[in-house]
T-cell receptor, first 112, second 108 residues
Framework: DTAVSQTPKYLVTQMGNDKSIKCEQN?????MYWYKQDSKKFLKIMFS???????INETVPNRFSPKSPDKAHLNLHINSLELGDSAVYFC???????????FGPGTRLTVT | GQSLEQPSEVTAVEGAIVQINCTYQ??????LSWYQQHDGGAPTFLSY????GLEETGRFSSFLSRSDSYGYLLLQELQMKDSASYFC?????????FGQGTELSVKP
């Protein structure tokens, strides 16, 4: 049983395109997150949703738009992709306020 | 600003003990977490300190001193499979601020 799953695992696309990444968790957690990990392995939080409500919105270009249809799903849509968006995007889930978060396998996005 | 400092890389031999230090400077602090990430894998939770002192989980222990804004992860009886990146992360009420990671190489 996969706890936190993401699709797709790999995404290669050209500059200017729009793409989406999907995430699902079956752990019963009420909070989900998107993180970006760059080529130097620096892991930075982007967004967090608690029960479909946006609770964390870091300084992220507005080309990035998260959506949470229910507390088990969190999607990330990226418009007008740029070369600098190339990274691994991790979804994670946990209970609100918890220090323990469960990460998905990541989506490696390459923008050419 | 917010910053966490940890060594970029550490090398040790199988069976040895290694300590990975983390100092932090953040505007909010609920505790310090440690995560492990193997190449190509996802970060996985290892340990957490909400209060000062030592927490032990098998071969791994973690320590926190809030007055010194300092913590460390101690790995004992190193095994080859421990080769990975280790991240400290400050918990700000569920928002994790990660350090840049320490790449641990375990040699035979």
């Amino acid at each position: 049983d996969t706890a936190v799953s993401q699709t797709p695992k790999y995404l290669v696309t050209q500059m200017g395109n729009d793409k989406s990444i999907k995430c699902e968790q079956n752990l019963g957690h009420d909070t989900m997150y998107w993180y970006k990990q760059d080529s130097k392995k620096f892991l930075k939080i982007m967004f967090s949703y608690n029960n479909k409500e946006l609770i964390i919105n870091e300084t992220v270009p507005n080309r990035f738009s998260p959506k949470s249809p229910d507390k088990a799903h969190l999607n990330l849509h990226i418009n007008s992709l740029e070369l600098g968006d190339s990274a691994v995007y991790f979804c994670a889930s946990g209970l609100r306020g918890s220090y323990e978060q469960y990460f998905g396998p990541g989506t490696r996005l390459t923008v050419t | 600003g917010q910053s966490l400092e940890q060594p970029s890389e550490v090398t040790a031999v199988e069976g040895a003990i290694v300590q990975i230090n983390c100092t932090y400077q953040t505007s909010g602090f609920y505790g310090l977490s440690w995560y492990q990430q193997h190449d190509g894998g996802a970060p996985t939770f290892l340990s957490y300190n909400g209060l000062d002192g030592l927490e032990e989980t098998g071969r791994f222990s973690s320590f926190l001193s809030r007055s010194d804004s300092y913590g460390y992860l101690l790995l004992q009886e190193l095994q080859m499979k421990d080769s990975a990146s280790y991240f400290c992360a400050v918990n700000q009420g569920g928002k994790l601020i990660f350090g840049q990671g320490t790449e641990l190489s375990v040699k035979p």
